[in-house]
């Protein structure tokens, strides 16, 4: 046994002073708040911890709350969504939403449209100075002639009720009545101011069509009795029932009647406003000039309209007393 052995009578070596490192390590250090060399490690715990701290278990372990890792874990990732998701999401708009959207904007440019189309006349913006001038005309000329029709109306009132005179205007009138309703009907013939329309095909036949554009035009103009007449001279009265059909070749079928080109129109009433209204651009004889015709328009100081149409049998129609 050693000597150092038998001085702590144990028998065992008594444990050696920890000895200072040298160099830096060793050195003390020189904060003035910095622990004494010898004291213990402040990391050590001087006091024995107790024996449920807070965050341990029954056995000294961490504890742990599931609540509020839960609700950690929902805050984390509601946040992590919120960041993944765009700006924009929050602002969704219905498919609804949108069909009425553009159903607006359809109705919208549909009203732009019909506005422009109802404000804008084609036809009278590409019409020259002279043939505005003459459709003013003929507008004059309608609105006097209608005057004089209502001035000749109220005359005649004022006779029928006149007493003595009564009876006889009666008569006048009712006469007077019966011509202008046979005129219109056909039944009667005609001799007048007018035209003389004559068509003379080109490349293409006369059709049907272009007649009856004519005559629609003439009555517009205030044609008050007409005749259409074939190149073999046969006639037929123009009233409000005739129809117009296409035949073989250059024939035109007039109430039944065959008739071969080319074709006259003989209009009895005001000469320059009819001549105004077939001269119309765009209008029956630019028509037939397109297909490759001829429209020529004769003024007559006294026009005959002799073709009579059969009076019509009424069958279902009756006066109202």
Known sequence: MSDEDRETGTGWPEPAEPVRPSGPAGEPDPRPDAPAPDELSPLVPDEPPDDH?????????????????ASSDAESSASESMRDQPASSGRKVSSAGVMI?????????????QLKTTSTDPTLAATRQ????????????????????????????RQLRSGEQGRQAALEE??????ELGILAGTLPARGPGLAVRFEPGGKPIRADRVLDAVQELRGAGAEAMQISGGDRASARIVASTYFLDGAGDVLVVD????????????????????TALNIPG????SVRGDGGNVSVEEREVAEVSALH?????????PVS
């Open 53 to 69: 701290p807070s965050g341990s278990g029954d056995d000294g372990g961490p504890t742990v709350n599931l609540a509020e890792v």
């Open 101 to 113: 959207a553009a159903l607006l904007a359809v109705l919208g440019f549909t009203l732009v449209v």
């Open 130 to 157: 002279e043939d505005l001038v003459r459709i003013f005309s003929d507008l004059d000329s309608r609105e006097k002639r209608l005057q004089q029709d209502i001035e000749g109306l109220e005359d005649s009132q």
């Open 174 to 179: 009712a006469t007077k009545r019966a011509d």
């Open 256 to 275: 039944g009647r065959t008739l071969t080109g080319p074709f006259t129109i003989t209009v009895i009433g005001d000469p320059e406003t009819m001549r």
């Open 283 to 286: 209008g029956v004889a630019a």
């Open 310 to 318: 059969a009076p019509l049998k009424l069958e279902h129609a009756r």
